[in-house]
């Protein structure tokens, strides 16, 4: 089962590291830049990668399928904007890098945390809808899925944002 998981994430790292890296290089180079509906694109093809990893390791009878996957699509919605407003935060990192204030660099820490606790609490928020139309072992087997591949496309793209630097 891992190892499905293992397989796809590597595949998906490598179009996620990718996005870092273009940034990076449209910094130093005007002549390359990735365009913002390329990372939508590529945003969509992840979330598309994440429902079949779930799909593929979540066993669920029809019955349960029928009722399961409406409400992980409301779930996925919901925590799409929520990475619409991560994305927009190392967006403007991104641009702000090298010449961050010590309020600037504040606020993006205030709001990053801000949307960490979203996370959260869409999670608390989504535990008892699914537990209504999932079995306990299932639900929790959900939630563990979910956060080992939210949690692992995060290590890839913050391991790729460098770390805030003074102005010298």
């Known amino acids: 089962m891992w190892n499905k998981i293992i397989a796809v994430l590597v595949f998906v790292s490598s179009w996620v590291l990718a996005i870092p890296a273009a940034h990076a290089?449209?910094?130093?180079?005007?002549?390359?830049?990735?365009?913002?509906?390329?990372i939508q694109l590529l945003r969509?093809?992840?979330?598309?990668?994440?429902?079949?990893?779930?799909?593929?390791?979540l066993i669920l009878t029809d019955a349960?399928?029928?009722k399961f996957w409406p409400v992980y699509d409301q779930y996925s919605a919901e925590m799409t904007k929520i990475a619409d407003q991560?994305?927009?935060?190392?967006?403007?990192?991104?641009?702000?890098?090298?010449s961050?204030?010590?309020?600037?660099?504040?606020?993006?820490?205030?709001?990053?945390?801000?949307?960490?606790?979203?996370?959260?609490e869409l999670?608390?928020?989504?535990?008892?809808i699914v537990s209504k139309v999932l079995p306990g072992i299932k639900t929790a087997t959900f939630f563990q899925i979910d956060r080992r591949l939210t949690g692992l496309i995060d290590l890839q793209i913050s391991s790729q944002i460098p770390l805030v630097q003074e102005q010298h």
Not at 100 to 118: G, I, P, V, W
Not at 123 to 128: N, T, V
């Open 25 to 38: 290089q449209a910094a130093s180079k005007d002549s390359q830049t990735v365009s913002d509906q390329d």
């Open 44 to 57: 969509r093809d992840i979330r598309s990668n994440k429902k079949q990893l779930v799909a593929a390791n």
């Open 64 to 66: 349960e399928a029928t």
């Open 86 to 98: 991560k994305y927009a935060l190392i967006k403007e990192y991104a641009q702000g890098f090298g």
């Open 100 to 120: 961050l204030t010590d309020a600037q660099a504040q606020s993006l820490l205030n709001r990053s945390l801000a949307l960490d606790q979203a996370i959260a």
């Open 123 to 128: 999670r608390i928020k989504y535990a008892p």
